[in-house]
């Protein structure tokens, strides 16, 4: 019996297609397996019934290769979130102890940034306050000494910025993706950084990333980028250690970290000085004994033995609030006695009753005369350390034309770059911390005077009433020290900036980054509640 079918086919032969006719799916069926002819290969949708992987699929070409994936801000669990925890707080306090060991900072921003993938914003800005608490209050446990249970909140303040950080870094991951989120982790950090640091009124510097290399025999990656610019170098570092595992992909960052860092470590505009030879003036030789709350007369008596210890000595320094009103006249008296010029601190009073005064240092002429005074640009907060400053001048000392910061002053760069901006080659630094704040309040502090002469390329003269005293040239190198707590110890310097100095790019950049990330941060909060605040849109299905 024929049939209708083409080729005297059956039905039951047309039916039965063998399984050479259907072609495999590119890439995602094994061979052998596929679906019916004329069917077609619908995009992936996601149920959101069915589990889902933690993870996000990288575009063509980014990562580790085609359809691989890096975590997602999902994939960071519990335990992990609590191991980078630790890892990082010990880092940060083996950084900040041991010189030899400051490049575990490092270790510290990658764990920072792993934190930022958590599952939810709220765990991310909770583990970072966790961090911050794990790093900030140990490190700052002088502060109960001086500020009692008060210390609580102001270690609170310090750590809530560092929540800040992880939660924005965690916003950008979730919206932008991981390659983003690498690229702006720089850019994050050095305006949360800056801002905290520099910017608001319950500013404080001291524990900022870039202080961990404060101690080191070579302080050159402080030259180009500025402290707080090598901080945000080595988040960038660590940001992209966590995307790039490929081993050709490593070899590129790790060499181009690697340049980056002698690249900052050459300091040119000092080669081309050198070239072309120096002709000036003669260092400025400075003098200074540590001496703390003793009377006028003993105070003489103390610039007595500094003087008879350095007979060469053109310039003699004392302390932070030596005096506690303006320099005596029977030390002034001395002075001329001596032709020498004296850097002292004392208060200068506004009021009558001398209530409200200015922290000010006085430098008295070889004639024993007042010839110049600055006060504290940035007194202490909650303490009475006087007004601020109405005016920052430098004053032309014999061969230097110095400028004069006041303790706290020296830990904020606009202080010091204002000094640099009208040609300050020398810095003198009088200090007054208490002997009972403790020996590493003072070794933490002592991190500054360092930093501040290699951002700047600046001599520096910085006298503390119980230590830790410091000579400091150019390079951020440490000349001579008095020690912790050193009473009646002196210190000496004869040393002159010869060449420019300088005030490194991130004082611009992190201003610009504080307005990017405030920006982006209220941005991407806003964004987030509005999504969580929709209404979950009701179900249009059928029932028919």
């Known amino acids: 019996m024929k049939t209708n079918e083409p080729n005297g086919q059956s039905q039951s032969q047309v039916a039965a297609p063998t399984s050479a006719a259907v072609p495999p799916h590119p890439g995602l069926l094994p061979p052998g397996e596929g679906t019916p002819p004329g069917a077609s290969f619908p995009p992936l949708a996601t149920d959101p019934t069915q589990p889902q992987s933690n993870a996000l699929p990288l575009p063509a070409g980014e990562g580790r290769g085609e359809g691989e994936i890096i975590p997602s801000p999902t994939a960071l669990n519990w335990r992990s979130a609590l191991g980078w925890l630790l890892a990082g707080a010990a880092s940060f306090h083996l950084a900040f102890l041991y010189a030899p060991l400051a490049f575990l900072i490092g270790v510290y921003l990658f764990a920072l940034f792993r934190l930022s993938t958590l599952a939810t914003p709220r765990r991310a800005l909770w583990m970072g306050v966790a961090m911050g608490f794990l790093c900030f209050?140990?490190?700052?446990?002088?502060?109960?000494?001086?500020?009692?249970?008060?210390?609580?909140?102001l270690w609170s303040v310090l750590a809530f910025w560092l929540g800040m950080y992880v939660l924005a870094q965690h916003l950008v991951w979730?919206?932008?993706?991981?390659?983003?989120?690498?690229?702006?982790?720089?850019?994050?950090?050095?305006?949360f950084e800056f801002f905290r640091s520099e910017l608001y009124y319950l500013r404080f510097t001291w524990l900022s990333a870039g202080?961990?290399?404060a101690e080191g025999e070579n302080l050159g990656l402080l030259y180009w980028p500025g402290v707080y610019g090598t901080g945000a170098l080595v988040m960038l570092a660590a940001a992209w250690g966590t995307l790039l595992s490929r081993r050709g992909a490593l070899r590129w960052w790790t060499g181009w970290t690697v340049a980056l860092?002698?690249?900052?470590?050459?300091?040119?505009?000092?080669l081309l000085v050198t070239v072309s030879g120096y002709s000036g003036p003669s260092p400025t030789y400075i003098a200074g004994i540590q001496i703390e709350h003793k009377h006028d007369l003993e105070v003489l008596e103390a610039l007595k033995k500094l003087r008879a210890t350095h007979p060469e000595a053109e310039v003699l320094v004392l302390s932070e609030l030596a005096f506690d009103g303006?320099?005596?006249?029977?030390?002034?008296?001395?002075?001329?006695?001596?032709k020498i010029f004296l850097v002292a601190g004392g208060k200068d009073p506004i009021s009558e009753d001398g209530k409200v005064f200015y922290n000010s240092v006085f430098v008295i002429s070889p004639e024993g005369e007042v010839v110049h005074r600055q006060a504290k640009t940035i007194p202490i907060q909650f303490m009475a350390?006087?007004?601020?400053?109405?005016?920052?001048?430098?004053?032309?000392?014999?061969?230097s034309m110095t400028g004069f910061?006041?303790?706290y002053d020296l830990s904020f760069t606009r202080v010091t770059d204002e000094l640099i901006?009208?040609?300050?080659?020398?810095l003198i630094v009088p200090t007054a911390d208490e002997i009972e704040w403790g020996a590493y309040e003072h070794r933490l502090h002592g991190r500054i005077a360092p930093t501040r002469a290699a951002e700047h390329r600046v001599a520096l003269f910085r006298l503390a009433s119980s230590g830790i005293s410091q000579a400091v040239n150019r390079d951020g190198k440490v000349l001579a020290s008095a020690p912790y707590p050193g009473e009646l110890a002196t210190l000496a310097m004869n040393e002159l900036t010869r060449f420019p100095t300088r005030i490194p790019p991130d004082r611009w950049l992190g201003r610009i980054s504080a307005v990017v990330a405030w920006g982006m941060f209220g941005w991407l909060a806003l964004a987030a509640w509005r999504k969580h605040k929709v209404p979950p849109q009701p179900s249009t299905a059928s029932n028919s």
């Open 421 to 426: 901006r009208q040609g300050s080659r020398l």
């Open 385 to 399: 350390d006087g007004q601020p400053a109405p005016s920052q001048k430098p004053f032309p000392l014999p061969g």
């Open 326 to 338: 303006p320099v005596p006249a029977r030390v002034r008296k001395w002075c001329a006695q001596e």
């Open 137 to 153: 209050a140990p490190q700052l446990g002088f502060f109960y000494t001086i500020f009692g249970f008060s210390a609580v909140a």
């Open 261 to 270: 860092a002698v690249l900052c470590s050459v300091p040119v505009s000092e």
């Open 405 to 407: 910061c006041i303790c």
């Open 211 to 213: 202080y961990a290399f």
């Open 174 to 191: 979730a919206r932008f993706g991981p390659r983003a989120a690498a690229w702006l982790a720089p850019v994050l950090w050095l305006g």
